[in-house]
């Protein structure tokens, strides 16, 4: 599973009635994220100015409003499982319900939040795929947003490849990235190893600048990412310093600029790299030492989302375990104990670890499994319920991703029009 994950920050300017963007500018920056998915938060701080009645003049007072946008996308390879929905989708449903609202903040700063979620579609065909099973994957995995709790009223969900911003300033990072930058790429080495060198194709080597394109598309300042792709935002900031160097420097960029009535900052802001939220992996049932992965050819090996009642006892039946008496957390020679545990535990969000460690300390596997199996399916089981009814409203699910769309494409034709104004690209008239 990949995860975009970004905060970025602007400064507009507006008046109380009308809020019209003029001249943004840098400003603090914030995000939620974690593991591989990718999550994306931006800031915007808007003044706006108000008119007050003192004696009989009036005296404009201006309000300090900040907008966070939130964005993360998850891929649509294979059936959604566990791990990607309590590792990222859970998160997302807890971030938009928790920041929906607006607030002030201890500075008098009202703060307000903007979600997108995204099915990262372009980042499935970098190994061989199906086409039937990418078109079906992609519109279950929107579908599962939305049944977990994705509200549309509070978010948007749209599908990356709708966005054509993406793979245009993909092409525009690819000019200007070192061949051998590329080549350092630890997660390309490994998947270009298991299949074979002579079958891989150009998007495996090059897809981590579809990433960066994704983070730098929203102006991100912080990332919130895994260890397994931390060496990918490291190749953002490369490829952000890079670009500002070349393009956005000197008289030139800034005559260039004035012309298409954009501002003269740099184009990018350099990520940070964020600690991603802990207890956020969820492990093999295979092997207590690796991430529960779709690209597992065994499927015994993980329960996804959608697996009905029998298959997911049948799959804690046989999962792995080991021959130690009792049940424990955190013990590092029993790395399945810890996994199982974790999700009985993830799986019942309202008690404590205290609470569950007293429950099953005692207990067999043989005791164990039973009750993690039922845990498991009731948690499931009222997203499954609403999944079918979104599945089976067809005109639902296609305006739903389409308002996302429109809402996505908006922002990201802004910063991708200042990237080729940066690099001296003609304007269509």
């Known amino acids: 599973m990949k995860v975009l994950s970004i ?3 602007s400064m507009v300017w507006a008046s109380a009635r009308a809020f019209t963007p003029l001249s943004p500018t840098i400003s603090r920056h914030a995000l939620l994220a974690g593991g591989n998915h990718l999550v994306i938060s931006k800031n915007l701080l808007s003044m706006s100015s108000t008119k007050e009645a003192a004696s009989e003049s009036e005296t404009a007072v201006k309000k300090k409003i900040r907008t966070r946008r939130i964005l993360s996308g998850v891929q649509p390879t294979g059936a959604l499982h566990l791990g990607n929905y309590l590792g990222a ?8 319900d928790k920041e929906f609202m607006p607030y002030t903040d201890e500075d008098g700063v ?61 092409w525009l990072l690819n000019c200007i990235t070192p061949m051998n930058w590329l080549e350092r ?32 598309l929203y102006k991100a300042d912080r990332v919130p990412v895994g ?31 004035k012309a298409a009535s954009i501002p003269t900052f ?39 989302v959608l697996d009905p009642p029998k298959v997911i006892r049948d799959k804690i039946k046989r999962c792995k375990t080991d021959i130690f008496e009792g049940i424990e957390w955190d013990n590092p020679e029993r790395p399945e104990a810890t996994n199982l545990l974790s999700i009985y535990a993830a799986v019942q ?8 460690t007293k429950e099953v300390k005692d207990l067999s596997w043989g005791d164990f499994k039973p009750k993690l199996a039922d ?47 940066a690099m001296g690209f003609t304007r269509p008239t």
């Not at 989708?89 to 938009?96: A, G, S």
């Not at 319920?385 to 494409?409: F, H, P, Q």
């Open 266 to 304: 740099p184009t990018f802001i350099e990520p940070e790299a964020m600690i991603v939220k802990e207890g956020a992996r969820i492990m093999s049932l295979s092997d207590g030492t690796s991430k529960m992965s779709k690209s597992d050819p065994k499927d015994a090996s993980r329960i996804n």
């Open 349 to 356: 969000p309202d008690r404590t670890k205290e609470d569950i």
């Open 227 to 257: 260890e397994d792709q931390r060496q990918h935002l490291e190749l953002a900031r490369d490829i952000v310093r890079r670009f500002n160097d070349m393009y956005c420097k000197g008289n030139a960029f800034k005559k260039r600029c």
């Open 89 to 96: 989708i859970r998160q997302w449903v807890d971030m938009q």
């Open 7 to 9: 905060a970025m920050a």
């Open 375 to 421: 845990a498991i399916i009731a948690h499931l089981e009222p997203i499954q319920k609403k999944y079918a009814e979104v599945r089976g409203d067809e005109e639902y699910l296609t305006k739903v991703l389409k308002d996302g769309a429109d809402s996505a494409n908006e922002i990201a034709s802004q910063t991708l029009t200042s990237a080729k104004v």
């Open 185 to 216: 790429m630890i997660q390309f080495k490994d998947k270009a190893k298991k299949q074979g060198t002579e079958s891989v194709g150009v998007g495996l080597f090059t897809y981590p600048i579809l990433m960066a394109a994704d983070i730098l």
């Open 110 to 170: 009202e703060i307000r939040t903007e979600n997108y979620f995204c099915v990262v579609d372009l980042h499935a065909i970098t190994m061989p795929h199906d086409p039937n099973e990418l078109q079906e994957s992609t519109l279950a995995s929107a579908a599962l947003y939305l049944a977990a709790g994705i509200d549309p009223s509070k978010s948007k969900v749209f599908v990356q490849s709708h966005v054509p911003a993406h793979t245009e300033m993909a």
